[in-house]
């Protein structure tokens, strides 16, 4: 099958890796991809923004099936152009991406379906004293969130009236998120602990994937700045059977079902975004697309015709008749350039001084070749990747590798899972 993956993060190169293993025959291209998804497929130098080029090329090349890996696409309407020429896509339409697109769309259907979350505010630009009410009287600490998409950077934690002040002139006056700002949530804080599932559907049924969980903090100990994400592991620790069925019912069910009640069906993978507190979950935000590095580890583990899988959802009829799990633990390691997530240099080449380990996977997330030379040009730059029977030997695995990779001003959490083995 002839697959394009749009998209250049590590998320990317993983389902393409995933798609292979399926089935070798698959031909893989990315869009733009980057320097590791050249090991198994070609790069196309299409903007991902460009949605008509993006399209052109699809049918030029005769796709047979698109996936769509990050959300801005999804949100601008790409699925939906490419199905109006009856190419196969995985990915939700606008109508649906608006899940995550939208924030304040995402709430009110949580509480017109009953779905368990934060409570919440909704305040325009336009309210700003009407908001600074609201925060007077509010508990602290509480969250402000953007609206709209602000690559996961748009969510701050306030700690006191005067902070949350400060950050609402940041939204408002001061433009921070730009119109993803001008209209904000004020929320509830959750206390408990994050996970992330992830369910694949066709809008009706659905498969979910291994649970993982993230690390969004810079620094060890959860300590500094949100990031998109410094490392992963799968599956969550915190996840039994009984969860998975609270988080089926009163979660996912629901809001499939609620998204077809409102017309706007949802196809692709939802990722639910979930805080479990005393064995309760809600729902901290709904992703219309993979999580990454999630989705480095959660991958690593599933065996079978994965391409299968997604060309039957891209089809309109969920098929995971030919999917397996493996009964392994992975862990990834996010390596960072020094200075993300704010600004950081680039153009540094990247020497993998040994041979890694036959269970670990190296996942480009912010590579390209120049010259003949691997060299840096993102932000996060690799997600290394581990699989084993038991998280210790993964995570102990994961870091033996991670030393054998070297570039100028690299950057990593060395506490990966630790949480998880202490329980
Ligand atoms: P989001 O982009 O909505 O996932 O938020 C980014 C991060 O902020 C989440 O991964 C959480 O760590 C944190 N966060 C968001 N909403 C809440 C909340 N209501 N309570 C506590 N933490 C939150
Ligand atoms: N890892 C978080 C995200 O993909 O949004």
Redesign the pocket.
């Known amino acids: 099958m002839k697959i394009l993956i749009v998209g250049s993060g590590g998320r990317e190169h993983a389902i393409g890796k995933a798609l292979k293993r399926s089935c070798s025959e698959n031909k893989l291209s990315f869009l733009p991809g980057n320097g590791g998804t050249l090991e198994i497929g070609e790069n196309i130098e299409i903007n991902i923004n460009d949605i008509d080029s993006i399209v052109d090329y699809s049918r030029l090349e005769n796709i047979e099936l698109v996936v769509i890996g990050p959300e801005q696409p999804l949100v601008d309407g790409l699925a939906n152009k490419l199905r109006k020429y009856g190419i196969p896509v995985f990915g939700p339409n606008s109508e649906a991406a608006i899940i995550e697109g939208e924030?304040s769309f995402s709430k009110s259907l949580m509480k017109k379906y009953k779905i368990p979350t934060?409570d919440y505010e909704v305040f325009h630009k336009s309210e700003y004293q009407k908001a600074i009410n609201y925060l007077e009287k509010s508990v602290y600490p509480l969250?402000i969130?953007a609206d709209g998409l602000a690559a996961?950077k748009?969510?701050v934690?306030c700690n006191s009236f005067e902070e949350a002040k400060r950050e609402l002139i940041e939204y408002f006056q001061h433009a921070k998120f730009g119109v993803a700002g001008e209209k904000i949530i004020i929320?509830?804080?959750?206390?408990g602990e994050?996970v992330s599932i992830f369910a694949l559907t066709d809008g009706k049924k659905y498969y979910i994937l291994p649970s993982s969980q993230?690390h969004?903090k810079l620094l060890d100990n959860d300590e500094g700045p949100?990031t998109g994400g410094m490392g992963a592991y799968s599956p969550s620790r915190i996840i039994t059977q009984d969860l998975i069925s609270k988080i089926e019912n009163r979660i996912i069910i629901p809001t499939l079902k609620a998204m077809e009640t409102e017309n706007r069906l949802f196809s692709g993978c939802l990722y639910c975004?979930l805080?479990i507190d005393k064995n309760e979950p809600k729902v901290?935000?709904f992703n219309a697309r993979f999580g990454d590095p999630e989705t480095e580890s959660v991958l690593s583990l599933i065996e079978g015709r994965f391409d299968k899988l997604l060309l039957s959802i891209a089809l309109g009829e969920i098929d995971y008749s030919e999917i397996q799990v493996k009964n392994e633990v992975a862990i990834n390691v996010v390596i960072v350039s020094e200075g993300y997530p704010n600004t950081y240099k680039k153009g540094k080449e990247i020497s993998i001084i040994d041979k890694l380990s036959e269970n670990v996977d190296l996942f480009h997330m912010g590579t390209k070749w120049d010259n003949g030379k691997l060299v840096t040009s993102g932000g996060r730059v690799l997600s290394l990747n581990a699989t084993a029977p038991n998280l210790e030997l993964a995570t102990k695995t994961a870091y033996e590798n991670v030393s054998k990779i070297q570039f100028e001003g690299m950057f990593y959490r060395t506490d990966i899972a630790a949480k998880a083995i202490k329980k």
């Open positions: 924030k934060a969250v969130k996961g748009g969510v934690i929320e509830e804080f959750l206390e994050e993230d969004k949100n975004g805080i901290i935000e």
